[in-house]
């Protein structure tokens, strides 16, 4: 079994400048723009965490990352204007957004006492200091998402030249792959270009309930059931770990399932983390649990197709349901069919369907009573975003769950190092109360013990934090 990274335990001072608003830096349209229905439905009235930690680099010693972001996000919101408005709520709770052009909040800080080398190698969620580097605001329910600003962002300098970039959107806004678009059209003006290489589109229409309503397939992801606990994140007594899957683990998971279906890494390492997690959480075996698979519906869109430059919520989550027991019981393949087979429901229709079930059940949250939703990020491209430092070392979520519901993972590019050697793979951080924590370690390790053998040490590392 792989040994764990070495938890290395950091104390440094965060000093803040006084926040301050950025508004675009030119003149942009006074409007109101409706949200869609994805965007505005419960479940998305909430906030997410991002981090971006960069290393020094010798061409730009002698340029500050603040200021090279405050001028270079200025720029990008002559483009993407929306997100300097504020969100208001209009009647049957439809959501959209006042385009008042007063900015977004940005903090300059720094902490002089630490380098990015003494973070280590271990730069994974969660991050005990994340409330150093990003200025705490409230953060869920539709009251305190009204009226104030969508996007929070603080650069920290670090000594020796590294830095810190930590986000926080609202998510009615955006899903992940829309604020990378956004943080990319930042990085191309920070490092020279006057426009969006792909330019902002909004037409949240296309993803607006049609009349008649019709819903035309099953969404059991918004069933709502009661719960014993809805474990949220403010629990009391929770343990946040990653765990880090690189190729060797992944095959072997591949390798537990045999005959003619094919499994991608998504859905098998899905339906391990699935049972594990359900095992761990003692659900009685009669009890209905859920797996909401995350899925980006942008490659669906036909007729007419979502245009690239789209940068609002293109997500549904479509729902793979069975009993705690026969879940528990079962090999690992049932899980990931199960998971596949609800894969295969998403279409256009499906996601119109999706519009119209919000429009006329009063945009429901999703099911959070035993259930568990896992987002692939490995494509999105938030480990890629370059402001003329280069690449991040790590560049993803900050935590795991979403608002009140801890139950979200997600998938990111992640490189392991050990004995200065480095091995490419998956990241996924998972929040579960304490002893549930230890029991789905040992179901994980279970798993891969009883996994056809593919080499030495082939087992998911747990991550310890470093910070």
């Given at each position: 079994?792989?040994?764990?990274?070495?938890?290395?335990?950091?104390?440094?001072?965060?000093?803040?400048?006084?926040?301050?608003?950025?508004?675009?830096?030119?003149?942009?349209?006074?409007?109101?723009?409706?949200?869609?229905?994805?965007?505005?439905?419960?479940?998305?009235?909430a906030?997410?965490?991002?981090?971006?930690f960069?290393g020094?680099?010798?061409?730009?010693?002698?340029?500050?990352?603040?200021?090279?972001?405050?001028?270079?996000?200025?720029?990008?919101?002559?483009?993407y204007?929306?997100?300097?408005?504020?969100l208001?709520?209009?009647?049957?709770?439809?959501?959209?957004?006042?385009?008042?052009?007063?900015g977004?909040?940005f903090?300059?800080?720094?902490?002089?006492?630490?380098?990015?080398?003494?973070?280590?190698?271990?730069?994974?969620?969660?991050?005990?200091?994340?409330n150093?580097?990003?200025?705490?605001?409230?953060?869920?329910?539709?009251?305190?998402l009204?009226?104030?600003?969508?996007?929070?962002?603080?650069?920290?300098?670090?000594?020796?030249?590294?830095w810190?970039?930590?986000?926080?959107?609202?998510?009615?806004?955006?899903?992940?792959?829309?604020?990378?678009?956004?943080?990319?059209s930042?990085?191309?003006?920070?490092?020279?270009?006057?426009?969006?290489?792909?330019?902002?589109?909004?037409?949240?229409e296309?993803?607006?309930?049609?009349?008649?309503?019709?819903?035309?397939?099953?969404?059991?992801?918004?069933?709502?059931?009661?719960c014993?606990?809805?474990?949220?994140?403010?629990?009391?007594?929770?343990?946040?770990?990653?765990?880090?899957?690189?190729?060797?683990?992944?095959?072997?998971?591949?390798?537990?399932v045999?005959?003619?279906?094919?499994?991608?890494?998504?859905?098998m390492?899905t339906?391990?983390?699935?049972?594990?997690?359900?095992?761990?959480?003692?659900?009685?075996?009669?009890?209905?649990?859920?797996?909401?698979?995350?899925?980006n519906?942008?490659?669906?869109?036909?007729?007419?197709p979502?245009?690239?430059?789209?940068?609002?919520?293109?997500?549904?989550?479509?729902?793979?349901?069975?009993?705690a027991?026969?879940?528990?019981q079962?090999?690992?393949?049932?899980?990931?069919?199960?998971?596949?087979?609800?894969?295969?429901?998403?279409?256009?229709?499906?996601?119109?369907?999706?519009?119209?079930?919000?429009?006329?059940?009063?945009?429901?949250?999703?099911t959070?009573?035993?259930?568990f939703?896992?987002?692939?990020?490995r494509?999105v491209?938030?480990?890629e975003?370059?402001?003329?430092?280069?690449?991040?070392?790590y560049?993803?979520?900050?935590?795991?769950?979403?608002?009140?519901?801890?139950g979200?993972?997600?998938?990111?590019?992640?490189?392991?190092?050990?004995?200065?050697?480095?091995?490419?793979g998956?990241?996924?951080?998972?929040?579960?109360?304490?002893a549930?924590?230890?029991?789905f370690?040992?179901?994980?390790?279970?798993?891969?013990?009883?996994?056809?053998?593919?080499?030495?040490?082939?087992?998911?590392?747990?991550?310890?934090?470093?910070?």
């Open positions: 079994m792989a040994l764990p990274l070495t938890a290395t335990s950091l104390a440094f001072k965060v000093v803040r400048h006084e926040p301050e608003l950025i508004p675009p830096a030119q003149p942009t349209p006074r409007e109101l723009k409706p949200l869609s229905e994805i965007d505005d439905q419960e479940g998305l009235r906030e997410m965490d991002f981090v971006q960069y020094s680099n010798p061409s730009m010693e002698y340029r500050d990352p603040a200021k090279n972001m405050r001028e270079a996000i200025a720029k990008a919101l002559v483009f204007y929306p997100f300097a408005g504020r208001r709520e209009g009647p049957n709770r439809k959501l959209m957004v006042e385009c008042t052009g007063e977004v909040v903090v300059e800080a720094e902490a002089a006492d630490v380098t990015l080398e003494q973070f280590g190698d271990a730069l994974s969620p969660p991050f005990p200091c994340f150093q580097l990003l200025i705490d605001v409230p953060r869920t329910g539709t009251a305190q009204l009226n104030r600003p969508l996007l929070f962002i603080q650069v920290t300098r670090l000594r020796r030249g590294g810190v970039l930590a986000t926080r959107v609202n998510h009615a806004m955006c899903d992940a792959p829309g604020l990378v678009k956004f943080m990319s930042v990085g191309e003006m920070a490092r020279g270009s006057h426009f969006p290489s792909v330019p902002p589109v909004w037409e949240r296309l993803l607006t309930a049609k009349y008649p309503l019709q819903i035309t397939h099953k969404h059991p992801e918004f069933d709502q059931v009661v014993r606990s809805n474990l949220g994140p403010n629990d009391s007594d929770m343990a946040h770990k990653s765990f880090f899957f690189g190729p060797k683990e992944i095959s072997t998971l591949k390798n537990l045999h005959g003619t279906i094919t499994y991608s890494t998504y859905e390492l339906a391990c983390l699935w049972k594990c997690r359900t095992i761990a959480l003692q659900i009685a075996s009669t009890e209905e649990v859920s797996l909401l698979g995350i899925v519906a942008r490659g669906k869109f036909k007729e007419p979502l245009p690239s430059g789209f940068y609002g919520n293109g997500i549904v989550f479509p729902a793979a349901v069975t009993t027991g026969k879940l528990s079962s090999p690992l393949g049932y899980a990931a069919g199960l998971l596949k087979k609800a894969k295969e429901e998403m279409s256009q229709e499906y996601v119109l369907s999706v519009c119209a079930l919000m429009v006329s059940k009063g945009r429901p949250m999703f959070t009573a035993r259930s939703a896992v987002s692939d990020l494509y491209g938030i480990h975003v370059d402001f003329g430092w280069g690449k991040p070392i560049g993803g979520p900050a935590s795991a769950g979403l608002g009140d519901f801890s979200v993972s997600t998938f990111t590019p992640f490189t392991y190092y050990k004995n200065k050697e480095e091995e490419k998956i990241v996924v951080p998972l929040l579960l109360p304490s549930a924590m230890e029991r370690v040992v179901e994980l390790h279970k798993i891969f013990e009883e996994g056809p053998a593919v080499g030495e040490n082939v087992a998911p590392k747990v991550i310890p934090s470093s910070l």
